[in-house]
């Protein structure tokens, strides 16, 4: 596959307080995922430039998009955030690879905005200790 | 033009007017501990304690007001 772009994203399941995975992709309008790695700096007083190892890896993923209160759409599953706490599967396929990670969800804000958009942007991080893989 | 109550001390009531505000945000947030063990490669984390957070931006010029309770009440 040649460079590619997100349209026509695949897959973006997130699951709901019950485990279930919520197939609710067109939900969300934008997105952003990271799977930064920490660094030690373990320069020796011998070097000139700075020595680094990796350490731990994480992940962490904000979901973008308007209120749905449709049943089992975003709503539905983010509006458990605030009252429940488990793990959630949340499986990103786009453009032929797939990444899946345990995640923990720490907010469902809401922001009604003068112009009235009713919008969420919806942060979650790494939960399991798992190293993110894509596959 | 409709007085909304928000936070309550003594004598006295915080109030703002739903005419005077732009918009609002709304925040159900929780503290998230890292519970990292030796053996993990990634960051394990667990959810702590929930948070409620309601942020009112007014317009221009406008803001909430402390009032006594006995002007509410007469209001």
Redesign the interface.
Known sequence: MAKSSGLGWSTLTVDDASGTPQAIKNDFTNLQFATPRAVQDVTGIDKSAIERILL????SITLNGPHDPAANQSHAVFST???T?VNRTVTIVVNGKTLANET?F?????????AGEFTYAVPG????????TWS | MALMCVYEHGDNVLTYDTDDV?????????D?LDV??P?????????GQ?H?QLTV?FKPGKRALWIEKRELNHG
């Open positions: 731990l890896a994480d992940f955030v605030p009252s706490s923990l720490t907010d469902y804000p809401l922001t009604r905005s003068a991080v790494l939960a399991d200790g798992t190293v993110p | 732009e918009s609002y945000e709304v925040h159900t947030q929780g998230v990292t063990r053996e993990d490669a990634g960051i394990r984390r667990e959810l929930a409620l931006h």
